[in-house]
């Protein structure tokens, strides 16, 4: 249900950002922000999928796909940095249950951005 929604409207904005009647004006806002030279992008994704009814995000192709498609643009005149990071990982962490004091250790996964930094 959840993927014929999504394509659904994927589709519904594609339909509705195509414009036959003007060209698109040019964009004359820079995308170097900081006036550095430089373009960064962080793209950020985990290797390992949350449920097994779907699938990672794997954050490294993305980045070096990306990287080489805006490696091509000729009309880009900055340094390009695509940095992927993968956000998934696993701690074992120790905590107290109930009034005995007794500790478990359970292994516990990150996937999402919250995760990652707790």
Request: proline content about 3%; hydrophobic content about 35%.
């Amino acid at each position: 249900m959840n993927k014929i929604l999504t394509i659904s409207l994927l589709a519904l904005f594609l339909i509705l950002s195509c414009s036959k009647d003007d060209p698109p004006e040019e964009s004359t806002t820079s995308v170097d922000v900081v006036e550095d030279g430089k373009l960064n992008i962080l793209i950020l994704g985990t290797s390992k999928s949350y449920s097994s009814t779907s699938s990672e995000f794997a954050p490294n192709k993305i980045a070096q796909e990306l990287e080489h498609i805006l490696s091509q643009d000729n009309s880009l005149e900055l340094d390009i940095n695509v940095v992927s990071e993968d956000i998934y990982k696993s701690k074992d962490i120790d905590y107290g249950l109930g009034q005995a004091g007794t500790v478990y250790n359970e292994l516990h996964f990150s996937h999402s951005l919250m995760q990652y930094y707790y």
